[in-house]
């Protein structure tokens, strides 16, 4: 099993930004791709960013490209998401979740998942 604990949530102003910590433990991090997932009271779990096993390669979803990104450091089995020109749609549960297919995580067939923490933009 991989356990996975995210920080860095909380409560910003439109505008502002924030940075998401994961922190991977109980398998090789580096032979997993990561990656975040968001849901917000009422709507459907909705695809954020996903970065490959090396950080070579990084894809997004619609609604984040150009304001996220998605970074990790293997040697500290971390995994990274800021998040700039937040807006109070961005307003959700945000997931770090893990799976050795980049294809599954975007699909949303990660094999890991975090508990989640909080991020609130006000407006």
């Known amino acids: 099993q991989m356990q996975l604990v995210e920080s860095g949530g909380g409560l910003v102003q439109a505008g502002g930004s924030l940075r998401l910590s994961c922190a991977a433990s109980?398998?090789?991090?580096?032979?997993?791709?990561m990656g975040w997932f968001r849901q917000a009271p009422g709507k459907e779990r909705e695809f954020v960013a996903t970065?490959?096993?090396?950080?070579?390669?990084?894809y997004y979803g619609d609604s984040v490209k150009g304001r996220f990104s998605i970074s990790r450091d293997n040697a500290k089995s971390t995994v990274y998401l800021q998040m700039d020109v937040l807006k109070p749609e961005d307003t959700a549960v945000y997931y770090c979740?893990?799976?050795?297919?980049?294809?599954?995580?975007?699909?949303?067939?990660?094999?890991?998942w975090g508990q989640g923490t909080q991020v609130t933009v006000s407006s």
């Open positions: 979740v893990a799976d050795v297919s980049p294809q599954d995580i975007s699909l949303g067939r990660a094999d890991y």
């Open positions: 970065i490959n096993k090396s950080g070579a390669s990084t």
């Open positions: 109980g398998r090789t991090f580096s032979s997993y791709a």
